[in-house]
């Protein structure tokens, strides 16, 4: 088998997978496009393993580490993003930056509303 075909299929599996990184605004999107470069590494790894043909299968058992890591990675940041789209209403990245607790006295524009924002103006000035 020669190494080029599948090591030019993982370039461009991760190829997208970056520019889904860096374009997309929704994080589910960004956390698929970051599986999509895990696989890329993975189609490497086993490439690799069967070109280099190792008695011990090493390629093949880091994949399987590397599988099991992105399984855990896709779930943990999937309740994250539930999580936030539950408490925010979006999971839009880039209204996430806006997560930061405010400065001590500062009004916080997310919460505060009206009459509340008004009578903790009033009682700390």
Known sequence: MHLVYPAVLAALLFSIGVYGVLARRNAILVLMSVELMLNAVNLNLVAFDVWLRDTLHAGQALTLFTIAIA???????????????????????????????????????????????????????
Not at 113 to 120: F, I, L, M, R, Y
């Open 71 to 125: 399984a855990a990675e896709i779930g943990i940041g999937l309740a994250i993003v539930l999580m936030v789209h539950r408490n925010r209403g979006t999971a839009d990245v880039d209204r996430l930056r806006d997560t930061k607790e405010p400065p001590d006295g500062a009004p916080d524009p997310l919460h505060d509303t009206g009459a509340a924002a008004d009578e903790k103006a009033e009682a700390t000035a």
